[in-house]
């Protein structure tokens, strides 16, 4: 995850030491990663030269709708959009029909409820 190694700032640096080596990045983008860190990882593919493959996952529709302007899957092929920024709005009146469970599931070591890192 982009987010556990620090970032982009920090993702982008390992990517170029990489390249020295001729190494191509393969960032981790299961389902668990937010749609956010899914544009995130699609806009760091296109800032580097050494990018080699991109896990992905096509989130369902209700993801979707919250989050519109979600990087799009076609023919193989992650498509960012033009908006600014990494280009994923929030649609909050929509997400506030998907609360967090009671429980804090299978992250609670390392993410709190509110997405908020914790440190070891």
């Not at 995130?40 to 493959?53: E, M, R, V, W, Y």
């Not at 960012?80 to 649609?91: K, Q, S």
Request: include cysteine.
């Amino acid at each position: 995850h982009i987010s556990q190694v620090g970032g982009l700032s920090v993702a982008r640096k390992l990517a170029a030491l990489c390249e020295w080596f001729q190494v191509r990045t393969a960032w981790h983008g299961p389902a668990d990663v937010s749609p956010v860190g899914h544009a995130a990882n699609a806009h760091l593919d296109l800032a580097i030269h050494n990018f080699g493959i991109q896990e992905a996952v096509q989130f369902n529709q209700a993801t979707q709708d919250v989050f519109p302007g979600l990087p799009t899957m076609k023919n193989g092929y992650m498509h960012v959009n033009e908006a600014p920024g990494l280009g994923v709005d929030l649609n909050e009146e929509l997400a506030k029909k998907f609360p967090l469970p009671a429980e804090p599931g299978y992250w609670e070591p390392v993410r709190r409820r509110d997405g908020t890192s914790v440190r070891p």
